[in-house]
């Protein structure tokens, strides 16, 4: 393994755990103080979003979660043999933090697990929809160069908070399968957790899908190839 792509991994267990650990905290929180509120929860989740983009956008893209992995592979934005070692570094952050959570506030609210409100399709469209919305707004601001990039930390930051704040009285708005996993796992309630694994990498699959065709083009072939020779090769250079 490069230097670089362990750079990368490292910081996706960083993100990933200061996600779990803000948004679940918040949740857990509120549930013992109903300090936040849920609005308060909504813009937790929102903020710590914007603000490691900002801090590791630039290191590992700032992925922080499986359905984002999943669709920059499936629309060639990302290498597909990175796939399963994002995925990883992705739910060891969010384990780690949802055990660090348990520990030091104990079992409270499930640990922030993401749970449905009503029935499991009906938290399966929502969950879906909303990963839909994030994907497309993460696609745009990350992928496309007509987008003003240095914004992408704010929309997709907003885009997250937006979706918890009218989404997450549903179905909890995870949108993520490593936040909802680890939180899960951690507390020993592993209700409905298929759903949350599964309906965030469809919406975020469509998404990806839907921006190519109204961006109008798609990265062909070649310059794809072209890209993931110069980033192996870059690898190389730094492990020489």
Known sequence: MSAGLARSLLAEVIGTFTLV???CGAIMVDAKTGALGHVGVAISFGLVIMVMIYAVGHISGAHFNPAVTFAFAASRHFPGVRVPLYWAAQLAGALLAALVLRGSLGNVARVGATLPSGSDAQSFLWEAVLSFFLLFVIMAAATDTRAVGEAAAIAIGATVGLDA?????????????????????????????????????????IAAVVYQFVRGDAPAPAEIEAHDREAAAHEMQETA
Do not use: E, K, T
Request: charge should be neutral.
């Open 165 to 205: 704040m009218f989404g997450g009285p549903i179905s909890g708005a995870s949108m993520n399968p490593a936040r909802s996993l680890g939180p899960a796992l951690v507390s020993g309630d592993l209700h409905a957790l298929w759903l949350y694994l599964v309906a965030p990498p469809l919406g975020a699959g």
């Open 21 to 23: 650990f803000a948004g």
